[in-house]
């Protein structure tokens, strides 16, 4: 009998007895629940019935949809490594030693994610290609970097903010006073990193290698512009939905892509449950300072932070010249008509921007709310929803636009066409980064301080606005800056989307790239990554300490 009563109390009957206590929590469950119903698995099951088992055996039997799928991890496999090791090198550089330009390199880190993937890559091609300006103008050499090697490098520069930003968060997270303990007990150097802050940092770096990993598996605008005859399975769907018109075949690539994902996804998260790494407990921690590396390690942090930072401005500098020379490599005038046609006399920048505010605010509110659901309570369906808030960074951006079209574009519900289903596009995208930042903070904050204002009377809602926000304000920092770079300069998620009276700046961009007017394209580009700073700007000026823009 004994027995059976306390099975009963840790079972779904004992939570929902106790959820019935929080009616709010409730209330705000079941809202999730019934937005991940609408917005997440009926469009996306809907998709997945379009193709035939004909259309099944035609991928599992054509040898280049093999080859796609290995060119696909293998790449993936080098740009998440690559990029994983230069982002922690570069957080760990900014988080543990007093080198010289720390905002300099800060400011910088964050560039690639301000410009489209798709200008990022031809300012890669004009700069390294068979032309390009400096393999072919200044060294005079004949080099063909097309293929996994530009892919390669390429997606390396394109994920590895993706990397710092997330380590960063978590290491910037980490209370010194462990480590000073460490080092009191006779730890030093190496010995004190490797079993003191490298554990630590784990959930940022479980979190950094789903995200990039993901990303780089579900890419497709720089496999299209640097991959060449290196076919990956996102371009391949791609080519399969918009040049053959094979929506079937498109959606069956597109469900091979969630395979792998789900299963680094399933890996990160049982290694994480595992261990425990709370390193805020309320205690008091004030006037210890944190263990900083030798002089000699910052130097050469220093040698590499340097090097990353000069790529990225020479990456960024020839978007640049494009958009204000009248022929870059040949005639050098200053000219503004790029710029006027593509910025000042365009409605798509206009657009991106209210599009993105309105995802990165959303966005930021759920990922904090799923997360403190998730980690602090348990209720029936607890495992689900985690589930469902990730599973849309294991799908192709073009799974989630073709996905949403065919789901809301007739019947009750009609929202083709409209801002909104650009807006919900968006937001299912960048969901998992604001919801794996929050975990990533949260995992690091002692149960204990929220038991303690419940105990003291706070009901969850006030414990939520007065305890766990005001200690997440990093992560909640890093989910909107992140979420609304992404979203300015989003395209494959979009691409199906838009309409003539909501066309956006990164679709733009890519039209005009494949027409040939790359200085059209640049000078676009210029335009958006302007935007951003300048709306990074006046939130900083208004919001002033509420809000960590450049401290990531």
């Known amino acids: 009998m004994t027995e059976s009563v306390s099975r009963e109390k840790s079972g779904w009957a004992a939570e929902l007895k106790v959820l019935t206590r929080e009616p709010q929590i409730l209330l705000v469950i079941g809202i999730l629940f019934v937005l991940f119903a609408c917005f997440i698995i009926y469009p996306f099951i809907k998709i997945i019935l379009v193709p035939s088992a004909s259309d099944w055996a035609a991928a599992f039997t054509g040898k280049e949809f093999y080859e796609a799928f290995w060119h696909t991890m293998a790449s993936s496999l080098l740009a998440t490594t690559s990029a994983m090791v230069l982002g922690f090198m570069y957080a760990y550089a900014m988080n543990y030693t007093e080198m010289p330009c720390k905002r300099f390199f800060q400011v910088v880190a964050l560039l690639p994610t301000m410009a489209p993937s798709v200008v990022s890559g031809l300012a890669f091609i004009m700069l390294f290609g068979r032309r390009g300006f400096i393999t072919w103008n200044i060294l005079g050499l004949k080099t063909d970097l097309y293929g996994w090697f530009g892919l390669w490098v390429v997606q390396t520069i394109a994920f590895f903010p993706l990397a710092y930003i997330t380590i960063s968060g978590v290491l910037k997270a980490i209370s010194p006073n462990l480590e000073l303990a460490a080092q009191n007990l006779g730890a030093r150097g190496f010995y004190l990193f490797r079993t003191v802050t490298l554990k630590l940092a784990t959930p940022g770096l479980a979190s950094a290698f789903l995200l990039v990993g993901i990303s780089s598996l579900a890419d497709f605008g720089n496999p299209m512009l640097v991959g060449a005859n290196y076919h990956v399975l996102a371009t391949e769907a791609y080519a399969q939905v918009v040049g053959a018109w094979n929506l079937p075949m498109g959606a069956v690539l597109s469900v091979v892509l969630v395979v792998p994902t789900l299963l680094v996804f399933f890996v990160q998260r049982y290694y994480l449950e595992k261990n425990s790494y709370v390193t805020v407990t309320g205690k008091p921690v004030s006037g210890l300072n944190r263990v900083t590396v030798s002089p000699a390690v910052r130097w050469m942090l220093f040698g590499v932070c340097l090097f990353i930072a000069l790529t990225i401005l020479l990456i960024i500098g020839v978007v640049f010249m494009f958009a204000f020379t009248r022929t870059f490599g040949y005639d050098y005038t200053f000219t503004m008509d790029y710029f006027v046609e593509g910025v000042l006399q365009s409605a798509s920048m206009k657009n991106s921007w209210i599009a993105s505010i309105a995802t990165a605010g959303i966005t930021t509110v759920l990922g904090i709310l799923l997360a403190f659901l998730t980690l602090r309570r348990r209720f029936p369906g607890r495992a689900v929803l985690d589930f469902l808030a990730m599973l849309p960074v294991s799908l192709p951006g073009t799974f989630i636009g073709l996905a949403l079209i065919m789901a809301f574009n007739s019947g009750v519900v009609e929202l083709t066409g409209t801002l909104t289903i650009i807006i919900i596009g968006m937001t299912l995208r960048q969901l998992p980064v604001g919801y794996r930042q929050a975990v990533a903070g949260l995992s690091q904050i002692d149960k204990s301080m929220e038991q303690a204002s419940t105990n003291l009377g706070a009901d969850s809602a006030r414990t939520f606005f007065k305890i766990v926000v005001p200690m997440l304000k990093n992560a909640l920092s890093i989910s909107l800056v992140y979420s609304f770079m992404k979203s300015m300069n989003t395209l494959s998620t979009v691409i199906f989307l838009i309409s003539p ?39 900083k000026l208004l919001l002033r300490d509420q809000i960590n823009i450049f401290d990531l």
């Open 501 to 539: 009276e909501w066309n956006l700046a990164s679709v733009n961009i890519m039209s005009l790239a494949n027409q040939g007017f790359l200085t059209v394209a640049s000078a676009t580009a210029v335009g958006m990554m302007l935007t951003i700073f300048a709306t990074f700007g006046l939130a």
